[in-house]
């Protein structure tokens, strides 16, 4: 069988899905809004070690630390429920409707996390998720990651493994940032959706195609 697998902030979704999530959820009680501004530390020193794990947690931490499984799980079906609706590339959609006809084995493998992107898994008709995942103490969201940030080079190693253990002829994958490429350009046929000049030069000189989505 072959693999179509597909990143999600960027390729499919017009832009980043968890920081519109964790506005939405901080919307229901605005005065929740402050905890933002617990985030800043964090952001600068983002600005200096790139570590986008850390700032991930850092933002989970502050903002959404404590919310109910119970509270989230509605949340995040009506959230992705309305990005597909009014927030994805159709051209994505419509490739992906032409994998699952096709009888390929669709993969949704994001750097966002796991209590929302299995959400966009069965919305859409993929078969597996793969995501960064996030703690839980009992039904609260507690916030630190229980994985790697699933980007880069790490979203190159799931991508392998993925591979080894299915053992499929070929395979096809969908990123749209320069930090797809190391996965992309294992892909039988890989591909870069709407990427910067920088990261089409790139996608060239590894045989890896660019195209353009609406």
């Known amino acids: 069988?072959?693999?179509?697998?597909?990143?999600?902030?960027?390729?499919?979704?017009?832009?980043?899905?968890?920081?519109p999530l964790v506005m939405r959820h901080l919307a229901q009680r605005p005065l929740h809004m402050l905890r933002l501004l617990g985030v800043i530390p964090a952001i600068l020193r983002f600005a200096v070690d790139?570590?986008?794990?850390?700032?991930?947690?850092?933002?989970?931490?502050?903002?959404?630390?404590?919310?109910?499984?119970?509270?989230l799980e509605p949340l995040c079906e009506k959230f992705v429920t309305d990005t597909i609706a009014h927030r994805c590339?159709?051209?994505?959609?419509?490739?992906?409707?032409?994998?699952?006809?096709?009888?390929h084995y669709?993969?949704?493998?994001?750097?966002?996390?796991?209590?929302?992107?299995?959400?966009?898994?069965?919305?859409?008709?993929?078969?597996?998720?793969?995501c960064?995942?996030?703690r839980f103490t009992g039904e609260r969201l507690e916030g630190s990651l229980t994985t790697a940030n699933r980007r880069g080079e790490e979203k190159a190693r799931c991508f392998a493994a993925l591979m080894a253990e299915r053992k499929d002829p070929d395979t096809f994958a969908y990123g749209n940032a320069a930090s797809d490429l190391p996965h992309l350009r294992l892909a039988r046929h890989g591909v870069l959706?709407?990427?910067?000049?920088?990261?089409?030069?790139?996608?060239?000189?590894?045989g890896v195609a660019s195209v353009d989505w609406v």
């Open 193 to 206: 959706v709407n990427g910067s000049v920088g990261a089409r030069r790139v996608a060239a000189s590894l």
């Open 132 to 134: 960064t995942g996030v």
């Open 50 to 71: 790139r570590d986008r794990g850390a700032l991930k947690q850092s933002l989970l931490r502050r903002t959404m630390r404590g919310a109910l499984r119970g509270e």
């Open 1 to 19: 069988m072959t693999i179509a697998c597909f990143d999600l902030d960027g390729t499919i979704s017009h832009h980043d899905t968890l920081f």
């Open 106 to 130: 669709l993969v949704l493998m994001s750097a966002s996390v796991d209590f929302y992107v299995p959400e966009f898994g069965r919305q859409l008709g993929f078969d597996h998720v793969i």
């Open 89 to 103: 590339f159709a051209d994505a959609l419509a490739t992906i409707r032409r994998h699952r006809e096709a009888g």
